[in-house]
């Protein structure tokens, strides 16, 4: 089981940079791939970036690519999203998310454990 803690979120203005910070607890940690999710209501919960147990393999979504950069470090059970160039369309609450699963990453649903969730908020 792993417990998650997201931080740094705030309110940036158009191509500001943010750093997301996702603390975990739990003797597994780097058992779990961990992802990164967003959800502007009344939109659905969408998919961000990934990053797989020892971090050697990550994954974008489209609308992030080349903008965002998602790392692990599991010494110190951290996860980070670095945000580049944010757009006021970035602006969503931003959840991390762990899964043991293999595949499927960029489904919320294979997801077990999820944060409380950081807001971030990008004006124009």
């Known amino acids: 089981q792993v417990q998650l803690v997201e931080s740094g979120g705030g309110s940036v203005q158009a191509g500001g940079s943010l750093r997301l910070s996702c603390a975990a607890s739990?003797?597994?940690?780097?058992?779990?791939?961990i992802g990164w999710f967003r959800q502007a209501p009344p939109k659905e919960r969408e998919f961000v970036a990934t990053?797989?147990?020892?971090?050697?393999?990550?994954y974008y979504a489209d609308s992030v690519k080349g903008r965002f950069t998602i790392s692990r470090d599991n010494a110190k059970k951290m996860v980070y999203l670095v945000m580049n160039s944010l757009k006021p369309e970035d602006t969503a609450v931003y959840y991390c998310?762990?899964?043991?699963?293999?595949?499927?990453?960029?489904?919320?649903?294979?997801?077990?454990?999820w944060g409380q969730g950081t807001q971030v908020t990008v004006s124009s």
């Open positions: 998310a762990a899964t043991s699963r293999a595949t499927s990453w960029e489904e919320s649903y294979v997801y077990n454990y």
């Open positions: 990053v797989s147990w020892t971090g050697s393999n990550t």
């Open positions: 739990g003797r597994t940690f780097d058992s779990y791939v």
